[in-house]
């Protein structure tokens, strides 16, 4: 089945403590991409990648890192954690045009205290 | 850079009424255009997209949506509402250009009250 799986779904953690979500595709799908979730927001883009070794900055980078070491994989790496944080995180995929639009994993909702 | 507009934060309808949510859009090319439906507690789900040729496009669930270029608008309509499709509805815009990503609109929340 053609997904996007995300892990974990559920994360607490404490502020400054590194944490990382991964995001896994089996659709042989150059571009992949973070959103971020939060009340009365939509969704907004934190780091997209066109490929292997390509990532870009969205339009709410700071306090995140990501890498694009393999197609499949894109995780998402916070070094230290705040409380502004806090929100639910969705990974998206999409062929090389995205003319098909994303596919989107199930999200994971992060909470740092 | 592109940007969506939605005219509605939240909606309230009965069972049957009709529906439709605005969606504008700002971005001097050609673009295509999605509406994505994210059911309570789940990930976004496509409901339907415009790429180019007939402006009325038909999506799951009964959805269909309209593209009308002169007025960078693309909404979404459904005749008669059911309970089910209580949810959230975002609109997204991509460029039909090389190195550009898809920009969604801050969500239209739909409550379908039996």
């Known amino acids: 089945e053609a997904q996007v799986t995300q892990n974990p779904r559920y994360l607490i953690t404490v502020t400054g403590k590194k944490l990382t979500v991964t995001c896994s595709q089996n659709m042989n799908h150059e571009y992949m991409s973070w959103y971020r979730q939060d009340p009365g927001l939509g969704l907004r883009q934190i780091y997209y990648?066109?490929?292997?070794?390509?990532?870009d900055k969205g339009d709410v980078p700071e306090g995140y890192k990501v890498s694009r070491k393999e197609k499949r994989n894109f995780p998402l790496i916070l070094e230290s954690p705040s409380p502004n944080q806090t929100s639910l995180y969705f990974c998206?995929?999409?062929?090389?045009?995205?003319?098909?639009?994303?596919?989107f994993g199930s999200g994971t909702r992060l909470t740092v205290v | 850079a592109q940007s969506v507009s939605q005219h509605n934060h939240h909606v309230i309808l009965s069972e049957a009424a009709s529906l439709e949510l605005g969606c504008n859009y700002s971005y001097g090319g050609t673009v295509n255009l999605f509406w994505y439906v994210q059911y309570p507690g789940q990930h976004l789900q496509l409901l339907l997209k415009y790429f180019s040729g007939d402006p009325l496009v038909k999506g799951i669930k009964g959805f269909e949506a309209e593209f009308i270029k002169s007025k960078f608008s693309f909404n979404l309509r459904k005749p008669s509402v059911q309970w089910s499709d209580t949810a959230e509805y975002f609109c997204?815009?991509?460029?039909?250009?090389?190195?550009?990503?898809?920009?969604f609109g801050k969500g239209t929340m739909l409550l379908v009250s039996p």
């Open positions: 997204a815009v991509i460029p039909n250009s090389g190195y550009s990503t898809l920009t």
């Open positions: 990648s066109m490929n292997v070794e390509v990532t």
């Open positions: 998206a995929s999409s062929s090389q045009d995205r003319g098909n639009g994303y596919t």
